[in-house]
């Protein structure tokens, strides 16, 4: 398999590289400490068709494939991992449900203005008791006419405090279990959707993380995402995909912090030369980018896969795990080679140290990870 990017994907490359380390680094420590994400900085990756690198320019997109999509998650992530999951949640979990799923009038009414950089949507699924067991939502969608009446609550969900468009997931058929999710594509304008203030987090503190709420909240069953009891095949489609994209940030976290540290060796002197003339220094770097290089080859082999229409599930989550254990093996690395300083907030390795945890638990923890794996798992 040849990962030789062709021109317009190095183009594209260069591109992401440029505006993450002009437009996202300089702000990165100002969002994170305040805890609040630039919608300056939004409208700008909008303008730069950020939005909707993976989607057709029938709807609005920019029609370049996944490889494209992860480039620019890798790029946006060195910088800032608060800005990768904001378009990741966008990109991968809410458009690909209305693009995959959607109807050409739902595809014209709601994906074009999320693709073409009009709006920003978001993804509702988890709830206080449904992490993992996303069969378990509690959330409630019962028909009434030509309508349905929602009632529930959502957490963590990625966007919520300034996104245009939910995709929330709710039970139609109780006794149906996981056969009895449906999925609903809603306008943030809609009587009775509540969003609550972001959720107090260790790391990608900038992003917006809010609790959710619908209360006797009625929606037409025109924006019903398929058939009842659709819902859970939906989300999971969704998130094999946003595995990949995660597995990205990882490799961008992780890259971000090893070049830093990289810089850092050079000019940090102890007993009299600098600390990159010690062996330990040397091993621990080469073993480090050759970790991240091996987690960006798995990233970019699911992207393959996924483009040429080929079954990349377990890709993914293989993706996923080892670029998101990378993450933080390599950024805890990171923060010990600068020492105290690198302890410090001064420097961005202490945030990307905190950033890489998540990466192990969001579109799947590392655990549900090996059990997809698992279940993949032929002699060979």
């Not at 058929?173 to 009775?192: H, L, V, Y």
């Amino acid at each position: 398999m040849d990962f030789t990017l062709n021109t317009s994907q190095r183009l594209a490359q260069d591109m992401f590289r440029r505006f993450a380390e002009t437009e996202i680094a300089p702000i990165a420590r100002e969002m994170d400490e305040t805890e609040a994400f630039s919608m300056d900085l939004v409208a700008k990756m909008q303008r730069q068709g950020f939005f909707g690198i993976p989607y057709p320019q029938k709807y609005g997109g920019s029609g370049a494939d996944t490889m494209t999509y992860v480039l620019c998650m890798e790029e946006v992530s060195k910088a800032d991992a608060s800005t990768g999951i904001t378009i990741s949640v966008h990109t991968s979990l809410c458009c690909a449900c209305i693009h995959d799923h959607g109807t050409e009038e739902q595809k014209e009414t709601f994906l074009r203005p999320l693709v073409d950089g009009r709006k920003v949507g978001c993804f509702s699924l988890t709830e206080p008791n449904a992490g993992s067991d996303a069969g378990g939502l509690q959330t409630s969608a019962v028909p009434d006419g030509d309508d349905y009446i929602i009632n529930g609550a959502k957490v963590f969900t990625t966007n919520a405090g300034f996104a245009d468009v939910f995709i929330v997931f709710a039970v139609t058929d109780k006794a149906m279990g996981s056969d009895g999710i449906s999925a609903f594509i809603i306008e943030r304008n809609t009587p009775g959707l509540s969003v609550g203030a972001n959720i107090p987090r260790m790391g990608i503190r900038a992003a917006s993380n809010c609790e959710v709420s619908f209360a006797n909240m009625r929606i037409p069953a025109k924006n019903r995402l398929r058939g009842e009891g659709k819902g859970f095949e939906i989300a999971m489609r969704a998130l094999d995909g946003g595995r990949i994209g995660i597995g990205a940030q990882a490799v961008g976290i992780a890259q971000g912090a090893l070049n830093e540290a990289i810089r850092y060796v050079k000019e940090r002197k102890q007993f009299g030369r600098p600390i990159n003339a010690f062996q330990n220094t040397r091993f621990k770097l080469a073993e480090m980018q050759t970790k991240v290089d091996a987690a960006r080859l798995m990233v970019w082999n699911a992207a393959t896969m996924k483009d040429r229409k080929e079954d990349y599930a377990a890709a993914a989550a293989m993706c996923k795990l080892f670029a998101s254990d990378t993450a933080n093996d390599v950024t805890r690395g990171c923060v010990q080679l600068l020492g105290g300083y690198g302890y410090s907030r001064e420097y961005p390795v202490e945030r990307m140290m905190r950033d890489a945890k998540i990466t192990e638990i969001y579109e799947g923890t590392s655990e549900i990870m090996k059990m997809v794996i698992f279940g993949s798992l032929k002699a060979k």
